[in-house]
């Protein structure tokens, strides 16, 4: 009878560890997933006529090394450019170039009047 309990206990105590076995695993294989360097690639571009919005960016990073370029219109007509880059524990160093752009004109709001027909005196 001890023996029999022996092994009962022996291979329940087989399995847990087993079991065990396999989470770490898993786990481990998770934050390995996780942590894995980064690779892509994205751009954009925004131009819209009828409210003056325009602005775009692209980005790339391989591993550890980010480097980009975003642009917007301001309002004062001058495109705003800037370049910037990380590199592993450099930080994010940027360069800003602002330029006017020949012949913009803002976008002009449209205010509309609606006449509204005012009543003097009161009627009882």
Same mark, same amino acid.
């Given at each position: 009878?001890?023996?029999?309990?022996?092994?009962?206990?022996?291979?329940? #105590? +087989?399995?847990?560890? !087993?079991?065990?076995?396999?989470?770490?695993?898993? &786990?481990?294989?998770?934050?390995? %997933?996780? =942590?894995?360097? !980064?690779?892509?690639?994205?751009?954009? %571009?925004?131009? $819209?006529? =009828?409210?003056? $919005?325009? &602005?775009?960016?692209?980005?790339?990073?391989?591993?550890?090394?980010?480097? *980009?370029?975003?642009?917007?219109? $301001?309002? $004062? *007509? =001058?495109?705003?450019?800037?370049?910037?880059?990380? %590199?592993?524990?450099? *930080?994010?160093?940027?360069? /800003?170039?602002?330029?006017?752009?020949? +012949?913009?004109?803002?976008?002009?709001? /449209?205010?509309?009047? #609606? !006449?509204?027909?005012?009543?003097? *005196?009161? &009627?009882?």
């Amino acid at each position: 009878m001890y023996f029999k309990t022996s092994l009962i206990v022996l291979a329940l #105590v +087989g399995a847990i560890a !087993a079991q065990h076995y396999k989470q770490q695993q898993q &786990h481990h294989h998770h934050e390995e %997933d996780h =942590h894995a360097p !980064a690779h892509y690639e994205f751009q954009y %571009d925004i131009h $819209d006529d =009828h409210t003056g $919005d325009v &602005h775009g960016q692209k980005e790339s990073r391989n591993e550890h090394q980010t480097q *980009g370029e975003y642009y917007l219109i $301001d309002a $004062d *007509g =001058h495109k705003r450019t800037v370049t910037y880059h990380v %590199d592993g524990k450099s *930080g994010f160093i940027a360069q /800003v170039h602002r330029e006017p752009i020949k +012949g913009f004109q803002a976008p002009q709001q /449209v205010h509309k009047v #609606v !006449a509204v027909p005012v009543h003097h *005196g009161y &009627h009882h």
